[in-house]
Structures are given as C-alpha cells and as structure tokens.
Nanobody
Framework: QVRLVESGGGLVQAGDSLRLSCAAS????????MAWFRQAPGKEREFVGG????????FYADSVKDRFAISKHNSNNTLDLQMNRLKPDDTALYYC???????????????????WGQGTQVTVSS
C-alpha cells in the first residue's frame, strides 16, 4: 500500500504563510484524487481542500477559501498546500489523504479516503 509522508509544519504567527508537502511512496496516487484534512484538539477531522486526480480541479472548505491553495504534482507524486494569511483557528494537525475512487473529484468526508499520512503540526500564534 502506498505510504504518505507530510512535511512543512511549524510554529508561525498570525498573518504568516506556510507550505505543506505530502510525498507519496509510489506512482499509484497519479490516478486518485487527494486532499488535505486537519484535526484540532477535541475536534473532528475536517476537510481543508482537495484536488481531482490530474490536478485540474480544486475544492476548498469555506474557512480557507482564498487563503489556501492546493496543488498535485503527478510528475513526482507530491501534494502541496500553500497556506497564506494564517489564523490561530488554523492550528491543527494536518493530514494528506488519497481517495478510494480513481479518476474522480475529491470527496469531503474522511470515509472517502483510504490512505492517510501521519500528519504535520501547524501552530499559529496570535
């Protein structure tokens, strides 16, 4: 099964930018939609943004729209999340995930995804 490794998290101040990256262990992710989710302490894991299998169509949660940008790079099996104008409410453990449905648009629910990374922590101070 493909493995996912996230990187790029850290401690930043409100208004700063951060770029997360997710590296997949093999090319099987090329035909699947992928997404970023996040989970804050005491809260459920929530959809942040997703991209269709070939990287053409992107989808975002309302809370991050116009601030975050997701990109999928099938050439090197990576998924990035550019986060701008960060807010304290963005503090969470961020996960990348691979959909279970090939050649499709990304779903917004956790059960739409079968493979998850270990997560990378993002902390935004006020």
């Amino acid at each position: 099964q493909v493995r996912l490794v996230e990187s790029g998290g850290g401690l930043v101040q409100a208004g700063d930018s951060l770029r997360l990256s997710c590296a997949a262990s093999d090319r099987t992710v090329e035909i699947y939609p992928m997404a970023w989710f996040r989970q804050a302490p005491g809260k459920e894991r929530e959809f942040v943004g997703g991209v269709n299998w070939n990287g053409v169509r992107t989808f975002y949660a309302d809370s991050v729209k116009d601030r975050f940008a997701i990109s999928k790079h099938n050439s090197n099996n990576t998924l990035d999340l550019q986060m701008n104008r960060l807010k304290p409410d963005d503090t969470a453990l961020y996960y990348c995930a691979v959909s279970t449905s090939a050649f499709n648009d990304p779903g917004v629910n956790t059960h739409d995804y079968g493979t998850w990374g270990q997560g990378t922590q993002v902390t935004v101070s006020s």
